[in-house]
């Protein structure tokens, strides 16, 4: 697949940093030596955790080299290494892992959250956030539009979507033997959005890259344009002119 685009990701900065903004404000850690942010793109996560914890070595890591590149421009004092989440190992004597939107693009990633949390010291903090909206509209039309049209067939499409994340009942079984401490959270933002076009922009910088990844450029403007139109249908204007993008995400913290 296509890397990530950093540009794309970073047009809605502000919606995007608001979930691991929630997220740090509940991790139960006053000071921190080694902080790692899992999944870091393009460092928005990470600078709030070099400014909830000055004194600490907070280290970025991802697989994207386009969201490395604008970390380091963007945080130039931090370390950022590119590794992926599925057969990287934190270092010892790590206090905090945050993952702010990685997690759900693993395959079998609840296997790799028990192994992350395992690995870390007693009293040491796994804070993860995950998008939990493959049932939203906006997720459902990406695989509607992709079963009809000339693009119909594609195998790549076939497997573009993202499976739905286990209930958060799940996530407490799963991780509830290994730690002292456990929070899980689901919250629904309402993302105000100028209009249907800018719901399908913030999409290009995440769920619709694999789908468009599998086109070439002319039919996935095609795509993008079938897309497009079924979200009009769905996401009525407001009062304002403006629509309303319900984003539902699951927060974990667990302490070790």
């Known amino acids: ?23 740090i404000a509940q991790v139960p850690l006053a000071r921190a030596g080694r902080v790692i942010d899992l999944g870091c793109g393009p460092g928005n996560s990470t600078e709030l955790l070099v400014a909830r914890y000055p004194d ?93 049209g000339p693009w119909a067939g594609n195998p790549a499409l076939a497997t573009a979507a993202r499976a739905p994340l286990p209930r ?12 002292s401490g456990l929070d899980i959270w689901r919250t629904i933002y309402m993302h105000v959005m100028a209009g249907p076009e800018a719901i399908v922009e913030w999409f290009k910088g ?23 139109d079924e979200i009009k249908q769905h996401y009525g204007a407001r009062i304002d002119g403006r629509v309303l993008l319900p984003f539902p995400r699951v927060f974990v913290v667990a302490v070790r």
Request: proline share 9%.
């Open 168 to 179: 958060p009942q799940a996530y407490y079984d799963l991780l509830k033997p290994h730690c």
């Open 56 to 148: 600490a070595e907070v280290i970025g890591l991802d697989s994207s080299p386009n969201m490395l590149l604008q970390a380091r421009e963007r945080l130039p004092r931090c370390t950022f290494i590119q590794a992926d989440l599925v057969s990287w190992i934190p270092p010892e004597r790590t206090d905090l892992l945050f993952a702010n939107a990685s997690f759900q693009w693993l395959p079998d990633h609840e296997a790799v959250l028990r192994r992350m949390l395992q690995a870390l010291r007693p009293g040491g903090v796994m804070a993860v956030q995950m998008p939990d909206n493959v049932n939203e509209p906006a997720l459902a039309l990406m695989s509607q539009v992709a079963g009809r």
């Open 1 to 23: 697949m296509a890397d990530w685009n950093a540009n794309q990701y970073l047009m809605f900065e502000d919606e995007r940093t608001r979930p691991p903004r929630d997220l």
């Open 206 to 228: 995440s769920a619709l890259r694999p789908f468009l990844c599998a086109l070439d450029p002319a039919m996935g403007e095609a795509f993008l344009a079938a897309y497009l």
